[in-house]
């Protein structure tokens, strides 16, 4: 199925420290992305800006807790909480992660890949149909950055996620930095990623700065995005043309307007590109 929601523009994670400096100066940002797991509780300050932020932007929900590729039952808690703040702000669309996060009950808070089978994608599609069953909505899957992977991986990670899509009609985040990360620790062509995934699927785009280790790269999110993520990701515009996108920083947390700055060289990035297409 042809992916019909509309594209947002360029957008930013919404993060605490700028939440006055939002609503004071209404700054050039065309939508922001909200951390599910942050806002859902029954109220409190964090709810009370975003209500106020949502009233003003387009806001898009990401969580990082589905564990989507996890063989333990859903927390239905999550689910239904999940589903209210849903609710209550009309999010664009809701994106999670393509991984697993924990066992025996406990969430470790780390994105862990998954091993790149039929079986694997199989119970995966079943658990995203779950999901998307229950919100009444397509969600977005992210593919995640990995530092190890499964000797009984059959396919790439690619295909993998094409196989999802395939069975579920889900959309994707596709994460640039993370593709270029895992690229990076696992040597493959991080164009051939680009290349494989159905790219009709591309809603969103992330884009974000890592800790590179020599031998290895760890996704940090706490610094500008490099030229080699930046050159990958013109050439993602060059093959999906316009998709939403936005810069995902976590640490070391930089003056709004230094993000914003950082957000206009996507912006102009993407546009001439689109320009010289055309």
């Known amino acids: 199925m042809r ?13 605490t420290e700028h939440y006055n400096e939002i609503l004071d100066s209404k700054p050039n940002i065309d ?5 599910s797991e942050n806002y859902m509780i029954p109220g409190g300050l964090p709810l009370n800006f975003l209500d106020r ?16 590729g996890s063989t333990e039952p859903f927390d239905k808690t999550y689910l239904k909480d999940l589903k209210k703040l849903a609710d209550r702000i009309q999010p664009a669309w809701i994106s999670d992660h393509l991984c697993w996060t924990g066992v025996h009950g406990q969430n470790i808070h780390d994105l862990l890949p998954l091993p790149y089978t039929e079986e694997t994608a ?22 995640v950055s990995s530092y190890a992977s499964y000797v009984d991986s059959t396919m790439t990670e690619w295909e993998f996620i094409s196989l999802i899509c395939e069975q579920t009609d889900c959309l994707l985040l596709l994460d640039v ?17 680009i290349d494989g995934v159905p790219q009709h699927r591309v809603q969103q785009i992330h884009l974000a700065g890592h800790q590179n280790n020599g031998d290895y790269i760890i996704d940090t999110h706490d610094a500008p995005v490099i030229d080699p993520v ?32 950082e957000l206009q060289i996507a912006r102009n990035l993407s546009a001439n590109i689109l320009r010289a297409a055309a």
């Open 31 to 35: 939508w922001f992305e909200a951390l």
């Open 177 to 193: 930095n993370n593709i270029y990360v895992s690229s990076y620790n696992h040597n493959f062509d991080a164009k051939d990623f």
């Open 53 to 68: 932020i949502r009233a003003d932007y387009p806001v898009v929900m990401h969580g990082v807790s589905l564990s989507i």
């Open 230 to 261: 930046w050159d990958l990701y013109g050439y993602a515009i060059s093959k999906l043309g316009e998709v939403s996108t936005m810069i995902e920083r976590d640490d070391n947390m930089p003056e709004l307007e230094v993000l914003v700055q």
């Open 122 to 143: 199989k119970h995966v599609a079943e658990r995203v149909n779950t999901v998307q069953d229950y919100l009444g909505r397509q969600i977005l899957l992210e593919n």
């Open 3 to 15: 992916n019909n929601l509309p594209s947002l523009g360029f957008g930013l994670g919404l993060r």
